[in-house]
T-cell receptor
Framework: AQSVTQLGSHVSVSEGALVLLRCNYSSSVPPYLFWYVQYPNQGLQLLLKYTSAATLVKGINGFEAEFKKSETSFHLTKPSAHMSDAAEYFCAVPGAGNTPLVFGKGTRLSVIA | DADVTQTPRNRITKTGKRIMLECSQT?????MYWYRQDPGLGLRLIYY???????NKGEISDGYSVSRQAQAKFSLSLESAIPNQTALYFCATQPSGGYQETQYFGPGTRLLVL
């Protein structure tokens, strides 16, 4: 079955520092990969998605992610963290056999002033 | 106005009670989903529906039931609530183009079962 693993349930960075949130998918190459973000007291919203058109995907709010088949990874990065980036981030992949999305357990990002 | 609304936003109930969580959408999407979120477990799929006549169980459907009253409405029921159903519940919608389409989430319902 398709799955994603998010390394680190909590990541803390200083304002202005690089943000790196890790996501690895299971061995079979997925056609799509997603990052969703959940700001405090809100539902999830799409940050970016990979659709095989390009390995480097740019999303909202300065985030980007690179699909690396050799590493089975789709890590999320942002060059300079802002206080407003504090949120929970979820990686997701379609399930096996054309079934709905499977979400990772999430990574909570804290930004320290 | 929000495209995906959930009512109530917060609910406290007692063990054994039947409760219903409601979801409405104005996006015109055929696909609708119910998830629960627990700390450290991420989102888990409870039920999903591709149209009014199509209902499918998700990963954790035991103890829950759903009703798709119309394209725009998808309700989740807990027939006899138990404390381990305490969680944050999300409804989401999606266009019919496939799983590559974006899901749109409601604001969530926070449920506490005593």
């Amino acid at each position: 079955a398709q799955s994603v693993t998010q390394l680190g349930s909590h990541v803390s960075v200083s304002e202005g520092a690089l943000v790196l949130l890790r996501c690895n998918y299971s061995s079979s190459v997925p056609p799509y990969l997603f990052w969703y973000v959940q700001y405090p007291n809100q539902g999830l919203q799409l940050l970016l998605k990979y659709t095989s058109a390009a390995t480097l995907v740019k999303g909202i709010n300065g985030f980007e992610a690179e699909f690396k088949k050799s590493e089975t990874s789709f890590h999320l990065t942002k060059p300079s963290a802002h206080m407003s980036d504090a949120a929970e981030y979820f990686c997701a992949v379609p399930g096996a056999g054309n079934t709905p999305l499977v979400f990772g357990k999430g990574t909570r990002l804290s930004v320290i002033a | 106005d929000a495209d995906v609304t959930q009512t109530p936003r917060n609910r406290i109930t007692k063990t054994g009670k039947r409760i219903m969580l409601e979801c409405s959408q104005t996006k015109g999407h055929d696909r609708m989903y119910w998830y629960r979120q627990d700390p450290g477990l991420g989102l888990r799929l409870i039920y999903y529906s591709f149209d009014v006549k199509d209902i499918n169980k998700g990963e954790i459907s035991d103890g829950y039931s759903v009703s798709r009253q119309a394209q725009a409405k998808f309700s989740l029921s807990l027939e006899s609530a138990i404390p381990n159903q305490t969680a944050l519940y999300f409804c989401a919608t999606q266009p019919s183009g496939g799983y590559q389409e974006t899901q749109y989430f409601g604001p969530g319902t926070r449920l506490l079962v005593l």
